[in-house]
């Protein structure tokens, strides 16, 4: 038997916003979000994806949200509209282990919806899931995203040196986690 519960659909709904899953219609909101340039330029990728391949993505999230044990909860965060996406990755089923990432709209920047998302999917990983560890990862420069990090009870647990290669250069990563027992 699989130590973990796989949650489908995810529907929370929080004090700030709702975590749900995708629908073909957010496909336009969600291209307009991972296009804001403040948002690209704490992203992974090369470049921001087009309309169409936020299209294909969409799909390909539901697919993989069917997997079983389901490891992947790509999520949208939802006020009125589309304020964010969020994600949680079962990265040891065994070990019960994960690790989260989040978006905010810059529009809704600094009124505490990026710490009720991460708030969200920790709630979603412990109560749902059943992890029991639950890592972050974030740049050392990037003071919201710790803050977020530190105001939903997560402990930095060090500095990862060059952990990412991101369009041609190193970034160093400072490293959070939490445990179901320190909630
Ligand atoms: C990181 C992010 C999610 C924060 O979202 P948010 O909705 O603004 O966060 P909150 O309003 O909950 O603020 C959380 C804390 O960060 C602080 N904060 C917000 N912006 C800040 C900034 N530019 N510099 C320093 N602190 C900042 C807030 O004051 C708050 O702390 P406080 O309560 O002690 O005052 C948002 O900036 C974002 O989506 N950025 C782009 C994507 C990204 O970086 N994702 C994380 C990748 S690791």
């Known amino acids: 038997m699989n130590p973990i519960r796989s949650v489908r659909p995810v529907l929370l709904p929080g004090p700030r916003c709702l975590l749900r899953e995708w629908a073909d219609s957010d496909a336009e909101p969600l291209h307009a979000l991972t296009n804001q340039p403040q948002v690209v330029d704490r992203m992974l990728d090369e470049q921001p994806p087009s309309l169409d391949e936020v299209h294909a993505v969409l799909p390909a999230w539901r697919e993989a949200a069917g997997a079983e044990p389901r490891l992947a909860y790509h999520l949208a965060a939802a006020e009125d509209g589309l304020v964010g996406l969020g994600t949680l990755t079962v990265t040891s089923p065994a070990h019960r282990r994960g690790e989260i990432g989040y978006v905010v709209h810059p529009d809704h920047w600094g009124k505490g919806l990026g710490t009720a998302l991460a708030d ?12 029991h560890r639950v890592e972050a990862t974030t740049r050392p420069d990037h003071a919201a995203s710790w803050r977020v990090l530190e105001k939903v009870g997560m402990r ?15 970034w160093d990563s400072v490293r959070y986690a939490v445990l179901a027992t320190d909630r």
């Open 156 to 170: 930095r647990e060090g500095l990862s040196r060059d952990h990412l290669f991101v369009r041609g250069g190193w």
């Open 120 to 131: 969200l999917l920790l709630r979603l990983a412990f109560e749902q899931v059943g992890l």
